[in-house]
Structures are given as structure tokens and as C-alpha cells.
């Protein structure tokens, strides 16, 4: 296992060194980052028309986003089938691979409520385990940082939406320790039950981490400044297009400094390493289950980059490729 776990280690690190593609990010990039630009010139004017209210933290200007970047996704992706299919057989294959494999509404057994407790546990654990193994979590740390420490006469705030069981936010209270970072996180979640299992975590290790209830969706009760940095991992492919939306434009009105939203690159080939990890090596059939949906219904950054710039702050947005198998979106809001 040692051996299995070093392998897997190096590989993600190399292919994280050396920026090493994969063949659809290559191939697909370029005809998706077109049709990006032409959905986001269709549906900006609607998106700056109800800027204000969104600004003002307005429900119903959310609602009205959320349909105007599901409208921006379908033209996006209509364009991207349309433009491959005029590239040749082999583009288009490649989409329609992507499309076909994208469709699903399977759920993820972890989202069950009736899913047994100590089988959800475990799953987190490997999930945990899998982002040390490949370096996940120091890669994400290392997206917050140009956000960190600006102002040394106190920490910086970090609030981290839809952290399940804090996976996140308890790696990085570590590294943040480990280094001597001034750093007062929050992890926030929909699920008290997710919450309680990172708040034994943070009890155990003595970590600076508070776990509370908190809707992503709904940042109205909170003051906009209150946290420097918001951050989100690993759960935007839980949210329909339009509430990713909603989500990046809710941060970017809270955030002082800036809102980094993390989540997989949608890819087969990923989903299948993952998958077999999961059974192979953690023998865990709901950690591999829960992995293969998730790398189907997960964004790429082309997508992402459209429905973070709908929102009032999101001119500034940036969505890029974070190898070997994540995509980060940053929005500076300071
Ligand atoms: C994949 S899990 C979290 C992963 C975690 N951030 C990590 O990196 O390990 C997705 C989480 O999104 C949460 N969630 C779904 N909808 C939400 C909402 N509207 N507000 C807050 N959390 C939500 C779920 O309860 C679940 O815990």
C-alpha cells in the first residue's frame, strides 16, 4: 500500500510540476474558451442590469441570475457542439464523449440522509486521505495565499462555503499552524451532521477552525468585509449551473479581499483513476461511487469562467486548469 500511495503521490506532483495536460483539456480548450467569450457577450448586458439589486443582496436578483447563466451555460455548450462539429470527426467525438458522459442524474449515495453514518465517515476519511496522497489540499492552500497576511495586526478571515466536514479548512488551519500564517477560519456547511464530524476533528488537534450553519446561497446575514477571503472546494458540482452563479456572486459581494471557489475538472479519464483508487486501494465501493459521479458532473474552467463573470464583481474573474485533476476560479473583490 505504501508503495501504491508513493506512486500515486508522484504522479499527481509530476503532472502538477510540469503542467502535464490531459488530452481533452488540450484539445477542447481553445473551441470552449470561444464559445465562453461569445455566451458571456450575449448575456453580460442582462447580468448588468439587475448588478445593483445582486449588490444589494436582493433574492429576487439572484433567482434572475441564476436563469441568465443557465441561458449562458446552453449557449455555451450549443456552441462548442456546433464549432466541433465543424472541426471534424474527431473534435466532435470528443464532445460528444463529454456530453454523453456529463448527462447524469445519479445522486451521490453520500448526499442520502439515509446512508449509514460510520460508511459516510469512512468515505470523508478517504476523502481527506486522497488530497494529502496527491497533494490536494496543500495546492489549495497555495490558491488562498496571494490573498493571506496583508495585514500582519491581525489574522485573515477565511469562511469556507459548503465545506462538508471541513476537510479543507482543517488542512489548512494545519499548514497555516505549521507555518506560523495568522489565519481564523469558519467552515460552513448546510449539514449540522457534516459539521459536527470536522468540529471533533478541530476538538482533538486543537485547531483555530469554528464550524457553523451557513446557506452558500445566502450570504444576507453577514456583513459584507467580514471575512477577507471565501473559499469553496470540492462542492460546486453539487449546485446546478445558475446557483454556482449565484454562489460566486454571494462570495464576491462578502469577500474583502477575494473568493477562490475550487472544484474537479470533469474528465473520464480521471474518473476512472479515481474510481479504481477508491476500490483498489481504500476498498471503499462508496468512495468510488461518489468519485466517478462527481467527475461527471463537475465543471471545466471555461464553464466556470462564465457563470463566476456574471455576477457584479466577476469582470475581475479568472478560471483556469489546476493539474492534475481540479479547477480554481478567482474573483479579487479588494
Ligand atoms: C462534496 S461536499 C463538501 C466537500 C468539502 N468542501 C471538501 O472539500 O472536502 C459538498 C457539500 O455541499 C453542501 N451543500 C449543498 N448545498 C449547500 C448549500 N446551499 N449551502 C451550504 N452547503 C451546501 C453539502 O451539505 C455537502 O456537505
Redesign the pocket.
Known amino acids: 500500500m505504501a508503495l501504491l500511495d508513493r506512486s500515486v503521490s508522484t504522479i499527481a506532483r509530476g503532472i502538477r510540476a510540469v503542467r502535464l495536460r490531459t488530452p481533452s483539456v488540450h484539445a477542447l480548450s481553445e473551441i470552449r474558451a470561444q464559445a465562453a467569450s461569445r455566451a458571456l457577450d450575449r448575456a453580460r448586458p442582462h447580468a448588468r442590469a439587475i448588478a445593483s439589486p445582486l449588490r444589494a443582496g436582493e433574492p429576487d436578483a439572484r433567482r434572475a441570475l441564476a436563469r441568465i447563466a443557465e441561458s449562458a451555460l446552453d449557449h455555451m455548450r450549443r456552441e462548442v457542439r456546433e464549432e466541433a462539429s465543424r472541426r471534424g470527426l474527431l473534435t466532435s467525438l470528443a464532445i460528444g464523449l463529454d456530453e454523453r458522459f456529463s448527462r447524469t442524474d445519479e445522486p ?1 449515495w ?2 442520502d440522509p439515509e446512508f449509514d453514518r460510520a460508511a459516510r465517515v469512512r468515505a ?1 476519511e478517504h ?2 486521505a486522497l ?1 494529502v496522497m496527491v497533494g490536494g489540499y496543500a495546492a489549495f492552500f497555495d490558491a488562498l495565499r496571494p490573498y493571506l497576511g496583508r495585514d500582519r495586526s491581525r489574522p485573515t478571515r477565511v469562511l ?9 479548512a482543517l488542512a489548512a488551519a494545519r499548514m497555516a499552524r505549521d507555518e506560523g500564517l495568522a489565519i481564523e477560519l469558519c467552515a ?4 449540522r451532521e ?1 459539521l459536527d464530524i470536522g468540529a471533533a476533528v478541530a476538538r482533538r488537534e486543537a485547531l483555530d477552525v469554528r464550524f457553523e450553519v ?4 445566502d450570504l444576507s446575514g453577514i456583513e459584507p468585509g467580514a471575512y477577507d477571503v471565501i473559499v ?4 460546486l ?3 446546478p449551473p445558475g ?1 454556482v452563479a449565484v ?1 460566486a456572486s454571494e462570495a464576491s459581494r462578502v469577500a474583502g479581499r477575494g473568493v477562490v471557489l475550487i472544484d474537479g475538472y470533469r474528465s473520464r479519464m480521471h474518473a476512472v483513476v479515481v474510481g479504481s483508487i477508491g476500490l483498489l486501494r481504500f476498498r471503499d465501493v462508496a468512495f468510488a461511487h461518489d468519485g466517478w459521479v ?1 467527475f461527471r458532473r463537475f465543471f471545466v474552467p471555461e464553464e466556470l469562467e462564465v457563470l463566476a463573470r456574471l455576477g457584479p464583481e466577476g469582470d475581475r474573474a479568472d478560471a483556469r486548469w489546476m493539474p492534475p485533476t481540479h479547477c480554481v476560479v478567482t474573483i479579487p473583490t479588494g
Open positions: 451521490e453520500l448526499d470523508l476523502l481527506d488530497n469556507d462555503l459548503a465545506s462538508g466536514h471541513g476537510g479543507f460552513t456547511d448546510l449539514k457534516y451557513q446557506d452558500a446561497l469553496s472546494t470540492q462542492s458540482h453539487h449546485f446557483l454562489l462527481s
